[in-house]
C-alpha cells in the first residue's frame, strides 16, 4: 500500500501566536533538543512541498513494459481524497466546520484565532482525512469565549466515532483507538506524526493545568483513530 508522507516529519511544536495571555494555549512540545533558541517553546516543522506525495521511487523505464502480473509493477497511484469541510464527533458534541491551517513564518504550525478562535482546523501540511497517513485537526479547548471546540475532546473513550465531512459529500468515519495526554515538554513527535500504512487521524488541543508563568497548558490531549 502506498504511503502518504506527512509535512510533520520531526515537528516539536504547535504554540499558540499572538502573544495573548488568555487560558486558549494549544500547544506541543518534543523532549528531544530544539533545532535553536528561536525555536522554543516551539519548534519548526519540517515542511515538505508535497506532503501527501507518495515517498516510493519510480522503477526507471526498461525496454518492456511489465505485466500487470508482475511483482515489480508499480501500484497505481491512490486517488485523491476530498478537502475536508467539517468534523462531527457526536460522543463529546462536537460539530464544527474547517479551517484550514499551515505554518506560521517561523515553522510553527498555525492555530484557529480572531474570529475563527473556536472552530477546528485541518492542518494542511498533513494527509487529507481518508488519505493513508495521520490526519491532523486541530483545536483550542477554551478561549476568552468560554469553553472551546475540543473542551470535552479528553472525554473520548475507544470505540466512539469521529465523522469528517468531505467537500464531494462524503465522510470519512474514523474509530478513537486511545487517547493520551502527555506534557508538552515531552511531546512524542514521531509517536503522533509517524507515518501509517491506512488512513488514520489525530485529534489535538491542550489540557493539564494552566501555567500562568508560562503562559500555556501544560499539557497535550492527543487522540488517536483509524478510518472504518
Known sequence: MRRRRVAVVLAAGLV???GTAVAVGFGVQDGEPAPGPAAAPGTAVAA???PVTSSRAVP???SAAPSAASPSAEPPPQERAALPERVRIPAVGVDSDLLYLGLNDDGTIEVP????IDRAAWFDGSPRPGEDG???IEGHVDSPNGPSVFYRLAELEPGQEIHVDRRDGSTATFVVDRVEQYPKKQFPTRAVYANTDGAELRVITCGGAWD????HYVDNTVVYAHEV
Do not use: E, K, R
Open 212 to 215: 500562568a508563568d508560562w503562559g
Open 48 to 50: 515538505s512541498p508535497d
Open 113 to 116: 484565532a480572531g474570529d475563527d
Open 16 to 18: 499558540l501566536g499572538g
Open 60 to 62: 526507471a523505464p526498461t
Open 134 to 136: 495521520p490526519a491532523v
